[in-house]
């Protein structure tokens, strides 16, 4: 039995308990997702599973059987940053940098949602074709991630620079 991690097969393990975190984590090396509640309220530990976010500290590994998983170590190219990540730099979107995996990893995700025309509680119009690319939606499709040291602004900042300027970094 195989997961998918960042293009690469890899095994799941034996004990149908561990979760997605700490598969990843403890398994695999994969330190870039963070351990932060453990409760699925921080959204600290958000990956991609096939294009969409989740909470791994909430998902066991064995769900995931022959899906692909991408990780904050998986968006780069290379040594070559995902836009988001440059943007982050850029826009002064991290302070201590805990939380900015899975910022960057639901904001792919959360763009691709946006792209795909899924409404937010948010959304004024929900017969339009497309959804306005505004800070308040921004704001309220990235709410189920905490930043416990005040780098809000920049995060919503590096979102919209991104995603609005590139919508296609979203797929």
Known sequence: MSIMINGAAMSLPE?????????????????????????????????????????????LAMQYEGRAVTTIEGLAD????????????????????????????????????LKRGAPSNVTGDLSADTIAFSRDELAERMSGNLCRCGAH????????ATFAARPEVAA
């Open 153 to 160: 602004n920049g995060i919503i900042d590096a979102i919209g």
């Open 15 to 59: 004990d149908p308990r561990v979760s997605l975190l700490d598969l990843l984590r403890e398994h695999h090396h994969l330190t870039g997702t963070k351990k932060g509640c453990n409760q699925g309220a921080c959204g600290a530990c958000t990956v991609l599973v096939d294009g969409e976010r989740i909470v791994s500290c909430l998902a």
């Open 78 to 113: 290379g040594n070559e940053l995902h836009p988001l990540q440059q943007a982050f730099i850029e826009h002064d979107g991290f302070q201590c940098g805990y939380c900015t995996p899975g910022q960057i990893c639901s904001a792919v995700g959360m763009a691709a949602e």
